[in-house]
């Protein structure tokens, strides 16, 4: 198969202007902003200083920086006690282990997370917004499982046109006529504008909360940035909408309990046109994300709208030879492009 490049990709933008171009980012999208922050190494480091007994045990025992990997191997051996007739004391100490493993991953993308959005150099913030806005005017979406700032902010901050998340405000006083200076307006809850939604967290993201009855999401005030109302939440004992641990079997059991991560999955299996990836490795845990393609693609049957191509970006030869291993999952035509060529941050 032949290497491509990202002007290719664009070529074929061009090219069917008719058809719709969805982009779907990985944590690559963020390392390639700053690999120092949001690489594996980075998380497992910061856990690691915790000096959590247990935690540093599993890091030692689990020659890996993969957190996926490490969290489905705790939830086996919890499985295998039970399997075995292990000791009830010995798998209430696994399933604790793992709780706070998901709970310091979590803390750990907040506290190494920048500050703000203007952390972020105006130049390159700015490129990206391009980057985004190529998909976007398309028509297509963008679908993202990262759990950073950096997508929302960098929309936010840059006005990218027409793009959506689904939040929006309620007025709460709308059973009698109030003068606009006295209606009281909702918190961000999704919802309200999901008809015109564009832009989907598949595995949450850090300023979105289940609030019990509504999904809502954190904003910046006059007073704090986003990321310390955020952490105001988190030290109140409140947690952000999370998808992390587990194959891709539990993940999608976790999205599927949750409306607004339904919603989001439910959008990728229905996307049509073509697909673009940026960051995005397809691991041996996501295999419900090539499921969701596969139902875009209607797996590979002549029926149409539907999902006609992907665009899967790669950095190494050994993610290209891993892309080309498993190319008979896809159901519809694979393209393999350098990633390298892609200027997302207006770095080149």
């Not at 070529?11 to 944590?27: D, P, Q, S, T, W």
């Not at 020659?63 to 086996?76: A, C, G, S, Y």
């Not at 006690?81 to 696994?94: H, P, Q, R, S, T």
């Not at 993940?251 to 599927?256: N, Q, R």
Request: negative net charge.
């Amino acid at each position: 198969m032949k290497l491509e490049t990202f002007a290719d990709v664009l070529k074929a933008v061009g090219k069917y202007r008719n058809r719709e171009f969805h982009l779907l980012l990985g944590n690559g999208f963020s390392v390639a902003y700053d690999p120092e922050i949001f690489s594996y190494n980075a998380l497992h480091e910061f856990i690691d200083n915790l000096n959590d007994v247990d935690l540093s045990k599993i890091l030692e025992v689990i020659e890996t920086k993969n957190f996926e990997i490490i969290m489905q191997q705790l939830d086996n051996f919890s499985a295998l006690i039970d399997a075995f007739g292990g000791g009830v004391g010995l798998k209430k100490k696994i399933d604790a282990a793992s709780a706070r493993l998901k709970k310091c991953l979590l803390e750990s993308v907040k506290e190494l997370h920048p500050e703000h959005v203007f952390t972020v150099p105006e130049n390159e913030s700015e490129a990206c917004s391009k980057f985004l806005a190529k998909f976007l005017n398309t028509g297509g979406k963008i679908f993202s499982t990262n759990y950073d700032l950096l997508l929302y902010w960098i929309l936010m901050r840059n006005s990218v046109s027409d793009h959506c998340d689904g939040f929006g405000r309620e007025l709460e006083n709308s059973d009698e006529f109030v003068p606009p200076e006295k209606q009281i307006q909702s918190d961000l809850m999704w919802g309200k504008n999901r008809d015109n939604q564009n832009v989907f967290y598949l595995h949450g993201a850090l300023p979105f909360f289940d609030a019990g009855i509504a999904i809502e999401k954190e904003e910046y005030s006059q007073h704090h940035y986003l990321l310390e109302n955020i952490s105001s939440r988190m030290e109140l004992g409140e947690y952000p909408i999370f998808v992390t641990a587990g194959d891709g079997n539990q993940k999608l059991s976790h999205i599927k309990h949750n409306p607004y991560l339904t919603d989001c999955y439910d959008n990728l299996c229905n996307a049509t046109g073509s697909l673009v990836t940026f960051g995005f490795n397809f691991g041996k845990y996501d295999e419900h994300i090539i499921e969701a393609i596969n139902r875009a693609a209607k797996f590979g049957r002549k029926s149409f709208p539907k999902l006609l191509s992907i665009y899967i970006g790669t950095y190494t030869e050994d993610d290209r030879e891993h892309i080309h291993s498993i190319e008979h999952k896809f159901k519809c035509k694979v393209h393999i492009y350098d990633a390298k060529t892609a200027d997302v941050w207006g770095r080149m």
